[in-house]
């Protein structure tokens, strides 16, 4: 069974998923968090894809709205989030099967955070 660490990209990636399950989850939310959020995703348009563009642009945007990505918050989260991560790569028709036993190497694009903060967006609107 192949385990791997995370790469610091990946891990922040994934914090900021993380962080914004949570957020989706707790009704006290300020409701300019999902204002900022629609910004993301334009300012998040021009930026390269690749882990290392993606997490800094995160950790940027995050940093001008004094958000803290924690990596230790919400394990539960965390672990649905990342659980979430390796579901989506195994259905994925144009990803190599892997070997039986061996887990998938977590992969974070531009398209799955795109998604990701759509669906919390989606998610928001229906229950304001």
């Known amino acids: 069974m192949v385990d791997r660490i995370p790469s610091k990209s990946l891990q922040t990636i994934t914090t900021f998923l993380t962080y914004l399950e949570a957020a989706n989850r707790n009704r006290e939310t300020p409701p300019q968090f999902w204002t900022q959020l629609q ?65 998938p190497i977590l992969t974070a694009n531009k398209a799955l955070i795109t998604r990701q903060v759509e669906e919390a967006l989606d998610k928001n609107a229906n229950e304001s």
């Open 39 to 103: 910004n993301f995703l334009q300012e998040l348009q021009p930026v390269e894809d690749s882990q290392p563009r993606l997490a800094s642009f995160i950790k940027n945007w995050c940093s001008q709205h004094e958000i803290t990505l924690d990596d230790n918050a919400y394990p539960e989260i965390r672990a649905s989030v990342i659980g979430n991560q390796q579901q989506n790569q195994q259905n994925n028709p144009n990803l190599a099967q892997l070997p039986e036993g061996d887990k």
